[in-house]
C-alpha cells in the first residue's frame, strides 16, 4: 500500500498503524498496517440510520430496523437507532406497533448506507391516508391536456388530475393516482407481491401497515400490509359511499395486484380499438380495483386518488 500526502491521520498502538483515508475511492474507511507482516487491510467506518417523527399526540410507537433493533418513541422530534452500519449495507425502517387510534408512516423507510449516516427518515402519524375518486371522469388517455399542461407519460397525468381535482381535500397533501401501466408504476410482479414483497413495487402509492379512510366520511377501508397491498377479504367497506362508479386501474384480470396488458396502451390512448381495466369503488372484492370486462379507452371514468 502507498503511503502518501493523502493520508490525513496516523497512529501507531502495538506494531499496528492505523492511517485513515480520504482517497476518493476509498473514501470512509480505515486502513490498518501491520508492521510486522507488512499487510494492510480495510477496516470499514460505521454510520447510524434516524430521522424525525410527528403527529404523535399520545401513547408510543414502535419502529424496527432490519428486522432486528425495535425503538420505542414517545415523543416528536428527532431520533435515531443505536446500531451501526458500515458503508454499502442496506437499511429498511418499519412500524411494528401503531400507536392507539393513529397511524403512523415512513417517508424515506429504506435505501442503501452511503458513508454517511442517515437522517431523512420522516415517520408521520394521524388518523389515516385518505382516499377519495375524483369528480371528473376521463378517457383512456391520461396525457392529454387538461388544462395542465401534456404529461410525457399517463401516470404523471394521472397524479396531476388527483391533484386538481374538486374533490381533493383542502389540505397540503400530495396525492397520487391509484393506477398502474406496469413500466411507470406498479404494486406487484407476482401475486399478491409474493416473491419479494413491497420491493416488487415501483413508485406505487399505498406504504406499508397503514390505515386507510374514506376522505369524504373518515370511514375505515382497509389497513395495508408489509407488502403495500392489502389481501381481499381484509377490505372493510367500499371506495365510494354512493352508488358503482367505475375507475381506470389497470389490473390483471386473475393475477391479483399484478398489471394488466390492457391498460390503454400505457394510458396514452382513446381508441375505441383498445382497451383498458377499471374496477367498481361500490364493491369490497377484487372487482373493486378490476372488472371482469375490459373497457374501451374512449370511454370516460373516474380514478382512485390516495395520500401519499
Given at each position: 500500500m502507498k503511503l502518501n500526502k493523502y493520508f490525513i491521520s496516523l497512529s501507531i498502538s502495538l506494531g499496528l498503524i492505523f492511517i485513515q483515508c480520504n482517497l476518493k475511492q476509498e473514501e470512509g474507511?480505515?486502513?490498518?498496517?501491520?508492521?510486522?507482516?507488512?499487510?494492510?487491510?480495510?477496516?470499514?467506518?460505521?454510520?447510524?440510520v434516524g430521522g424525525s417523527l410527528a403527529g404523535l399526540t399520545s401513547g408510543n410507537v414502535t419502529l424496527q430496523l432490519n428486522g432486528t433493533e425495535n425503538l420505542n418513541l414517545t415523543q416528536n422530534g428527532n431520533f435515531q437507532f443505536a446500531s451501526n452500519l458500515?458503508?454499502?449495507?442496506?437499511?429498511?425502517?418499519?412500524?411494528?406497533?401503531q400507536p392507539t387510534g393513529l397511524s403512523c408512516s415512513i417517508n424515506n423507510d429504506s435505501g442503501k448506507i452511503s458513508n454517511t449516516s442517515v437522517s431523512n427518515l420522516e415517520v408521520i402519524c394521524n388518523n389515516g391516508k385518505k382516499i377519495f375518486i375524483t369528480a371528473a371522469n376521463y378517457n383512456g388517455n391520461l396525457t392529454s391536456s387538461i388544462g395542465l399542461g401534456t404529461f410525457s407519460n399517463g401516470i404523471l397525468g394521472a397524479d396531476a388530475r388527483c391533484m386538481a381535482d374538486t374533490n381533493k381535500p383542502t389540505d397540503s397533501s400530495?396525492?397520487?393516482?391509484?393506477?398502474?401501466?406496469?413500466?411507470?408504476?406498479r404494486a406487484c410482479q407476482f401475486e399478491n407481491c409474493g416473491i419479494s414483497g413491497?420491493?416488487?413495487?415501483?413508485?406505487?402509492?399505498?406504504?406499508?401497515?397503514?390505515?386507510?379512510?374514506?376522505?369524504?366520511?373518515?370511514?375505515?377501508?382497509?389497513t395495508s400490509n408489509n407488502s403495500a397491498i392489502f389481501l381481499f377479504g381484509n377490505f372493510?367497506?367500499?371506495?365510494?359511499?354512493?352508488?358503482?362508479?367505475?375507475?381506470?386501474?389497470?389490473?390483471a384480470q386473475n393475477v391479483?395486484?399484478?398489471?394488466?396488458?390492457?391498460?390503454?396502451?400505457?394510458?396514452?390512448?382513446?381508441?375505441?380499438g383498445d382497451d383498458g381495466r377499471a374496477g367498481s369503488t361500490n364493491q369490497t372484492d377484487y372487482t373493486s380495483i378490476r372488472?371482469?370486462?375490459?373497457?374501451?379507452?374512449?370511454?370516460?371514468?373516474?380514478?382512485?386518488?390516495?395520500?401519499?
Open positions: 474507511s480505515f486502513f490498518i498496517l501491520d508492521l510486522a507482516s507488512g499487510q494492510a487491510a480495510s477496516q470499514a467506518l460505521e454510520f447510524k458500515s458503508s454499502g449495507t442496506d437499511y429498511d425502517v418499519v412500524v411494528v406497533q400530495t396525492y397520487k393516482a391509484f393506477i398502474v401501466d406496469g413500466s411507470n408504476r413491497r420491493f416488487e413495487g415501483l413508485d406505487w402509492v399505498l406504504k406499508r401497515n397503514i390505515k386507510y379512510i374514506r376522505a369524504s366520511d373518515s370511514t375505515n377501508l382497509f372493510n367497506a367500499p371506495l365510494s359511499s354512493g352508488g358503482p362508479v367505475q375507475t381506470w386501474t389497470g389490473f391479483k395486484w399484478v398489471n394488466s396488458s390492457d391498460d390503454c396502451e400505457d394510458w396514452t390512448s382513446s381508441d375505441t372488472n371482469s370486462n375490459t373497457l374501451a379507452c374512449n370511454q370516460n371514468h373516474h380514478l382512485i386518488c390516495v395520500e401519499q
